[in-house]
């Protein structure tokens, strides 16, 4: 039988920034049950948590029959 073990590559991964890339149908079938207050306040909700580090990144890519980048993959600690 194996046992995993913590070691200094597991370590490592756990200081090592995230991306956190969103892309969001913006189309009028979100408009439908407020699917689009919901998306807004999901990214809101992780963005005021503590689970983001502030060398995290963060990116917003918006879409219907376009694409638009809302926001540039940017560090957290760049938009605070």
Request: proline letters at 4%; hydrophobic letters at 45%.
């Amino acid at each position: 039988m194996k046992t995993a073990k913590p070691n200094a590559e597991v370590a490592a991964l756990t200081s090592v920034p995230q991306n956190y890339i969103f892309v969001i149908d913006i189309s009028a079938s979100m408009e439908q049950e407020k699917r689009l207050d919901f998306v807004r306040t999901s990214i809101r909700e992780l963005f005021n948590s503590n689970s983001m580090k502030k060398d995290d990144i963060l990116g917003i890519i918006a879409f219907n029959h376009d694409v638009k980048t809302v926001l540039k993959a940017t560090p957290l600690n760049k938009m605070l």
